[in-house]
C-alpha cells in the first residue's frame, strides 16, 4: 500500500476547504479519529475524518472508526481510483454527514467499509454544502 495515499486525501480536502474559504487546520497524529478541524462564523466548529482510497473496488476501509453521532462530524471520502500517480486526474469527492453513517456502511470481511458505489450519483457526491452551509 502506497503510504502518500492517506496523507494526500488529508491535504487535498484541506485545500478545498481553504479554496472555500473556510479557516481548517490538519491534526497530527497516527491513531485519531479527527483529521481536520473547521472554524465556523457563529457555529460550532465542524470536525472532519478523511478516508482516502486507490482501490479499483471503490472501497474505502473505515476500520474501527468510531462513527460520531454528532451533527458537527463530517467524513469526506476522497477517490483517486487507479489514478493516484496521475496529477492531471481529480479525485471524487464525498462529504457525508456523521449522522448519515450508519445507514451506508458494510462489512466485508468482517472489517467495516464504505463503497464508493452506495454513493456515486448521489447528493453526497462534490456535497460540499453539508459541510460549509
Known amino acids: ?5 492517506g496523507p494526500a486525501g488529508e491535504f487535498y480536502v484541506l485545500a ?11 491534526t497530527l497524529g ?5 483529521d481536520i478541524v473547521v472554524r465556523r462564523v457563529g457555529r460550532p466548529a465542524a470536525t472532519v475524518e478523511v478516508k482516502t482510497s486507490a482501490d479499483k473496488n471503490l472501497n474505502f476501509m473505515v476500520g474501527k472508526s468510531v462513527i460520531h453521532d454528532d451533527p458537527d462530524h463530517f467524513y469526506v471520502f ?3 481510483g487507479s489514478a493516484f ?3 492531471e486526474v481529480m479525485p471524487e469527492i464525498y462529504v457525508v454527514p456523521s449522522l448519515e453513517m450508519r445507514a451506508l456502511m458494510r462489512t466485508y ?3 467495516p467499509q464504505m463503497n464508493a458505489a ?6 453526497f457526491r462534490n456535497g460540499w454544502s453539508a459541510l460549509t452551509d
Do not use: C, W
Open 118 to 123: 452506495l454513493l456515486k450519483h448521489s447528493r
Open 1 to 5: 500500500m502506497n503510504p502518500y495515499i
Open 30 to 34: 497516527t491513531t485519531k479519529s479527527v
Open 85 to 87: 500517480t496521475d496529477v
Open 16 to 26: 478545498a476547504l481553504y479554496r472555500r474559504g473556510l479557516d481548517a487546520t490538519v
Open 109 to 111: 470481511e468482517k472489517v
Open 78 to 80: 476522497v477517490y483517486f
